[in-house]
């Protein structure tokens, strides 16, 4: 309950730092919803930056492919995932 408020601060910071950066965050929330098993929600944004970083460098399997995005994008990313969406 005390997180909701913030929520919407890290949505729009997310969305200053990289638009297309929030349009995968929400690909990732299909099985990355703070609801599923596989939630990364209060992981912290770098722990969940670093799994990124294994998944982009293809060092970790994982079903969704990061290559292409930045290190601004995986933050932003990470932000959202990390905020719960
Ligand atoms: C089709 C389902 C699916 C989608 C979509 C998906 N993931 Fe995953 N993700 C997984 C699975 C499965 C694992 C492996 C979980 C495990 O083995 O513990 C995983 C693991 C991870 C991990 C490592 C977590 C850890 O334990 O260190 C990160 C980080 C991650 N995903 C980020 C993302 C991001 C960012 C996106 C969006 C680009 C994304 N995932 C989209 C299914 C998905």
Redesign the pocket.
């Known amino acids: 309950m005390r997180v909701a408020p913030f929520l919407p601060v890290i949505l729009i910071a997310s969305l200053n730092v990289a638009v297309a950066g929030d349009e995968?965050a929400a690909?990732?929330l299909?099985?990355?919803d703070p609801e599923d098993s596989?939630s990364?929600a209060g992981e912290g944004v770098d722990y969940?930056v670093e799994?990124?970083n294994m998944?982009r460098s293809g060092e970790i399997r994982?079903?969704?492919s990061?290559e292409g995005l930045s290190d601004e994008d995986l933050k932003a990313?990470a932000a959202v995932?990390d905020g719960g969406g």
Do not use: A, N
Request: glycine fraction near 6%; proline fraction near 6%; charge should be negative.
């Open positions: 995968v690909k990732c299909e099985c990355h596989l990364l969940i799994g990124m998944i994982h079903p969704e990061l990313i995932l």
